[in-house]
């Protein structure tokens, strides 16, 4: 979805609010592609800084399904977004490295869609887990290791003994 900010660019001090619904579906990281669950209203404020200047302000929420790090067993995530951006009029700006930064501008047409994107990756959790004290799964069997303990050897030797252990192996009597 667009939103047309000609208006904005083209005054001094403007302000404009309203709420815009994102038709946005999934959200891809490059690696995966994770779906929309909820997602509530984005509230933007625009205000026209001076001419050819805007700074955009924004608040949303949306839950997105994961898989928890640990575990693999699927999560609802909420990712609560606030947010304030300048953004720049294209005969303002031209060339310059804040162009790049501002991809999700269309000439004077915000791109809702792709802003909430950037916003949403800007903003992604560190780790995701079903529950703070999520134990995972078993290295060697994968039982999660939630429901019970496995029956698995977790004994991991010493990596600095490595040595001494192959020099008892070798001079071991069978």
Known sequence: ????LTDVFTSEDKVVTMQVETQLKTVSTGREQYELVG???IVFTFKALGKGKARI??????TLAMNCDRCLK???KKI???FSREVYAPDVIGMSEEADDQSFMDGY????DDLLINEIIINWPMKVLCKPDC???CRQCGKDLNTGACSCDTFVPDPRMAVIKDIFNANKEV
């Open 57 to 62: 302000d924004g608040q949303a929420e949306v």
């Open 80 to 82: 609560v977004l606030d």
């Open 1 to 4: 979805m667009f939103v047309n």
């Open 39 to 41: 997602k509530s209203p």
């Open 74 to 76: 699927p999560v609802q």
């Open 135 to 137: 134990k995972g799964i």
């Open 109 to 112: 047409q915000l791109n809702v």
